[in-house]
């Protein structure tokens, strides 16, 4: 089973930036990773995605203003995220469906602030 832990996430202010670290027991271009969110009360959704293969896709709401990539020397899956809205408060997940069932972080609380 694959291991994943996420760090980077905290407090800040509408408009500021932040970058959340996906760290996997693997190879990360052995796997695809999605970023999830979940907000208080809300389902958990998809905010962005990378093949192993290196392809991105974004949800609409953060298209332009967050960015999906990997760290070769650190084997990570990182979301840069820029121009932050407090509607991008949340709990922030990794994911990957490698393996027999799919693997989740234990998430990092993402809170801005208006």
């Known amino acids: 089973q694959v291991q994943l832990v996420e760090s980077g996430g905290g407090l800040v202010q509408a408009g500021g930036s932040l970058r959340l670290s996906c760290k996997a027991s693997?190879?990360?271009?052995?796997?695809?990773v999605d970023w999830y969110r979940q907000a208080l009360g809300q389902q958990r959704e998809l905010v962005a995605q990378?093949?192993?293969?290196?392809?991105?896709n974004y949800v609409d709401s953060v298209k332009g203003r967050f960015t999906i990539s990997r760290d070769v020397a650190k084997n990570t899956v990182d979301l840069q995220m820029n121009s932050l809205k407090p509607d991008d408060t949340a709990v922030y997940y990794c994911?990957?469906?490698?393996?027999?069932?799919?693997?989740w972080g234990q998430g990092t609380q993402v809170t801005v602030s208006s």
């Open positions: 994911t990957t469906d490698h393996g027999p069932q799919r693997a």
């Open positions: 693997i190879s990360i271009f052995s796997i695809n």
């Open positions: 990378i093949t192993s293969g290196g392809s991105a």
